[in-house]
């Protein structure tokens, strides 16, 4: 059924029945336990691929080319992304928002559980890393709706004047992720190395079984969100074609959140990545020194995503997203030299801001602005589409592409500082396109467009 034919059914956001505060905080908690344990297994795959990867499933080749090799699998996850928005953006808006959140978490989970069980190249040859790389691909089917479900059914949840607040929470749940990814990791180093090397880098990963069941058992129990509830009274949303509709109808909102998104996500996964690998091989920190400091910087990011979402409750996604992404065009510029400098209260400095702003800030707020940029009829598969293609072209190879241009310019900085800095200026230019989305009417079938928002209203 065409937009234009039921737009005349939708029921207006403000005569639809008040948000159920139970339903609200289970939402919340489902929201950060789901994208706790995303994160959580990308944190510590991430970390793998600096600390331990290389001489376990590439250990024919130098270090240098293990770590490109570590990073290229730690990239697949990112290609599979799309596939997995693809697939499970389509039952999101066929079966609902909490099917595709319960769905996706035994997939990431099983298939991080099951990395831990690979026996690694001295023992079965090439085939270690293949079964590594098919390993990474299943995490990434799984992660590609998890952020944008959580993101699209608590935006969809919330309550009028809360949306950038209570939808944060998704990435207040990956700053924890982070937290529990890096003390993990802080525990595995304090085994001595042949340990560490044989099965304590395996114990990390099994470990993500914990949060998979409880993840599990919290989300079981949340209500499915109200918007998809209404939308099926006026769309027969179990004979739609998803893909179709957004192709036809939200081709442009997209395209503009994959440009929004492009430097948002290069950034983080520069600082969550790229720089572990940075610091221990060109800066020469002790790879001990590294997951506390990550551990610290994904505390602080819980709050600063948290913050952000807050603040743009306020003051409007667009105005919060324009003045984080003004301030990471500039600071690779001098990020780099304070690294370089090899203080550690320097690095500590660097390390937690950058996790603050680009990792989580940024996104924090884009949790409910995304989603209200989007018609009813298909936001989840708008939301999912526009993030996962530019977490490909953004975070899935910008480690691959900073330890290249690291290789390339004989590990000068400055090429990869212009890298992050011109990805996160397209960022900051594709919103200043967008329209301000704050309290938009959530059934509107269509785009947002300026004149939509209402930032005076209130809970």
Known sequence: MDIKTVKDNAIPHDQMQPSNPKNVRRAALAGLIGTMLENYDFVIYGTASALVFGPLFFPEISPVAALMASFSAYAVGFVARPLGGFIF???????????????????????????????????????????????????????????????TLLTETAPLGHRGKLSSFVMVGAALGGVLGAG???????????????????????????????????????????????????????????????????????????????????????????????????????????????????????????????????????????????????????????????????????????YMIAAQG?????????????????????????????????????PLLGSALLALFLDSWIPVAIYMALTMLVSFVATLTAPETVNRDLTILTDAKKGEERPGVRA
């Open 89 to 151: 953006s389509h039952f999101g808006e066929k079966l609902g928002r909490k099917w595709v959140m319960v769905t996706t978490l035994f997939l990431m989970g099983g298939a991080t559980f099951a990395i831990g069980c690979i026996p690694d190249f001295r023992t079965i040859g090439v085939l270690a890393p293949i079964l590594l790389v098919l390993c990474r691909f299943l995490q990434g089917i799984g992660a590609g709706a998890e952020q944008s479900g959580g993101a």
């Open 184 to 354: 993990a990791w802080v525990l595995a180093q304090q085994l001595p190395e042949h340990m560490l090397m044989s099965w304590g880098w395996r114990a990390v990963f099994w470990s993500s079984v914990v949060v998979t069941i409880t993840a599990a058992i919290i989300r079981s129990k949340m209500a499915e969100s109200p918007v998809f509830e209404e939308l099926k009274e006026s769309v027969d949303v179990k004979n739609q074609a998803p893909l179709k509709v957004v192709a036809k109808h939200g081709r442009t909102s997209v395209l503009r959140v994959i440009l929004m998104n492009w430097g948002v996500s290069t950034q983080s996964y520069m600082y969550q990545v790229f720089l572990v690998g940075y610091l221990a091989a060109v800066v020469g920190v002790s790879t001990t020194f590294i997951p506390p400091v990550q551990l610290v910087a994904s505390i602080a990011a819980a709050i600063a995503a948290f913050a952000t979402g807050w603040l743009s409750d306020r003051f409007g996604r667009r105005t919060m997203t324009l003045v984080l992404c003004g301030i990471l065009v500039v600071t690779p510029f001098v990020v780099f030299p304070g690294l370089n400098s090899g203080s550690r209260v320097a690095i500590i400095i660097i390390i937690v801001l950058g």
């Open 362 to 398: 940024v996104t924090g707020v884009h949790m409910s602005y995304l989603p209200e940029l989007f018609g009813s009829r298909y936001r989840y598969s708008g939301v999912t589409l526009g993030r996962e293609i530019s977490a490909v072209i953004g975070g899935g190879i910008a």
